[in-house]
């Protein structure tokens, strides 16, 4: 019989991209996807450790997984991703019934795991630079991530990451377009590349063969057959001109940036060792309108940081109110361990976080709302993923400035479809559709 296997995938979508990965690598081992937990020979989880309650829900499933292999001993339970890589050899003594554990981007190690002798508990929790040279098998044959780069050098102060996946390495040029020209032959039309500070791209390559995350944009554009090219996340400090220009003058890279702000306050801003200023930040934003007037510009924001006065946090929703994003990924400050942040003094009180948040949603999903107005009366190029999630039918896609589109009309995932936008609210925009390119055409 063959065997199966199921995988739970949290956090980002450097997770989710490790996890088709995982199964890609998987696949080619000759095992299967099951449906349901119980019905799987291995128990997979990829874990996220960004902020507490990521580890509290992963915490809860792993109960099941226990309960399971109690039930019957053969089968293996693996623990991959960042919580793992966080708590390294602790999780057997936490958890004895976990087989093996291992770091973000290690699928080559889960494969030499199943497939040696012995399987009993191991761990593997080295940084080794990017690992997967695997097919990687897709959600959507339409859309895909390219890994980039792995790891992160900057020291942000409330941030496990740079503990999890290690210091910055970025793959080789020549390798990314070669996987994005094969991406694009087999039918991928979006590519969404990852890094965990994109524009930082290539800065550690060796002088003969460095590029500029700018320069890998203009040679991915260049790439017939793909339509769309989105990046996340890029870091404030290295936004440039070249790459915000790129916006402007290459025909596939998407009118929409993720601009992660996290404080307003520039004393926040320090303490959090993001290595801008309220004003440089204002400045990129400024000079993004300039050049690419229409871009939809996104964000991340922390709330509660450790000290954050009602002054600093007012400063957050001044910023959040000027620049008016057309959307937010909000957080309330979490402790992590072995960060610098979790070490401050004046920990902001919960309740006043929450206040702080609800004050803060506000601000931004009004800023949203009145944004998403710029829409309605356009046609829009909407690239259909599926149904509509609250009405089966209608259907489902996102345009360039990666805003939902829910529209009346008839067309298949992964067509690219004309919708004239009559509805728009801080989350979606609804409309319908007029003309409709094959995939395959
Ligand atoms: N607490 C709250 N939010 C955090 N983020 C990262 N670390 C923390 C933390 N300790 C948020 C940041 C980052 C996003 C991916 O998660 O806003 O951009
Ligand atoms: Fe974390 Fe900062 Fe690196 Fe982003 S840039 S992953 S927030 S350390």
């Known amino acids: 019989m063959r065997k199966r296997y199921h995988l739970t995938t949290f956090g980002c979508q450097m997770n989710e991209h490790d996890s088709e990965r995982m199964k890609g690598m998987l696949e080619s081992i000759g095992y299967g996807e099951a449906a349901t937990r119980d019905q799987a020979d291995l128990i997979l989880f990829n874990t996220c450790s960004i902020r507490e309650n990521a580890d509290n829900r992963f915490v809860a499933h792993l109960g099941e997984a226990k309960r399971l292999k109690a039930q019957d001993p053969t089968r293996v339970v693996g623990v991959g991703g960042c919580w793992a890589q966080s708590v390294k050899e602790e999780v057997f003594?936490?958890?004895?019934?976990?087989?093996?554990?291992?770091?973000?981007?290690?699928?080559?190690?889960?494969?030499?795991?199943?497939?040696s002798d012995s399987l009993s508990a191991q761990g593997f929790f080295e940084f080794e630079g990017f690992t997967g040279h695997l097919p990687a098998k897709r959600a959507r044959e339409f859309q895909a991530w390219v890994q980039i780069s792995v790891g992160c050098n900057s020291v942000c102060s409330y941030c496990i990451?740079?503990?999890?996946?290690?210091?910055?390495?970025?793959?080789?040029?020549?390798?990314?377009?070669?996987?994005?020209?094969?991406?694009?032959?087999?039918?991928?039309?979006?590519?969404?590349?990852?890094?965990?500070?994109?524009?930082?791209?290539?800065?550690?390559?060796?002088?003969?063969?460095?590029?500029?995350?700018?320069?890998?944009?203009?040679?991915?554009?260049?790439?017939?057959?793909?339509?769309?090219?989105?990046?996340?996340?890029?870091?404030?400090?290295?936004?440039?001109?070249?790459?915000?220009?790129?916006?402007?003058?290459?025909?596939?890279?998407?009118?929409?940036?993720?601009l992660p702000l996290q404080s307003g306050s520039g004393t926040v801003l320090k303490r959090m060792r993001r290595t801008y200023t309220r004003e440089r930040y204002l400045d990129r934003v400024a000079l993004i309108r300039e050049h690419v007037p229409d871009c939809a510009l996104t964000t991340d924001i922390i709330v509660g940081f450790p000290r954050e006065t009602e002054e600093d946090f007012r400063q957050t929703l001044e910023v959040a109110e000027e620049v008016g994003y057309d959307g937010a990924f909000t957080f309330v400050y979490s402790p992590r361990r072995g960060t610098e942040a979790a070490t401050l003094p004046d920990q902001v009180p919960h309740e006043v976080q929450v206040e702080r948040m609800e004050r803060l949603v506000e601000v931004i999903q009004r800023r949203a709302h009145e944004r998403a107005q710029r829409f309605v009366g356009r046609r829009v190029a909407v690239l259909v993923e599926g149904t509509s999630r609250t009405d089966p039918s209608r259907l489902r896609g996102r345009s360039r400035h990666n805003k939902v589109v829910n529209f009346d009309g008839l067309a298949a995932p992964g067509d690219l479809v004309e919708v004239l936008i009559t509805g728009a609210s801080s989350q979606t925009l609804t409309g319908e559709a007029s003309l409709v390119s094959r995939a395959s055409g």
């Open 93 to 115: 003594a936490r958890f004895p019934f976990v087989d093996v554990a291992f770091g973000p981007g290690q699928v080559h190690k889960l494969a030499e795991f199943l497939t």
């Open 161 to 258: 990451v740079p503990s999890t996946r290690g210091r910055e390495v970025s793959r080789p040029t020549d390798e990314l377009v070669a996987e994005a020209r094969a991406l694009a032959a087999d039918g991928v039309r979006e590519v969404t590349l990852l890094g965990q500070n994109v524009n930082s791209y290539g800065r550690d390559l060796p002088r003969e063969r460095r590029t500029s995350f700018a320069e890998l944009l203009t040679r991915i554009d260049a790439i017939e057959g793909l339509e769309r090219i989105r990046y996340t996340s890029p870091h404030p400090k290295d936004m440039r001109i070249d790459v915000i220009k790129a916006h402007a003058e290459l025909r596939s890279v998407c009118e929409h940036i993720h």
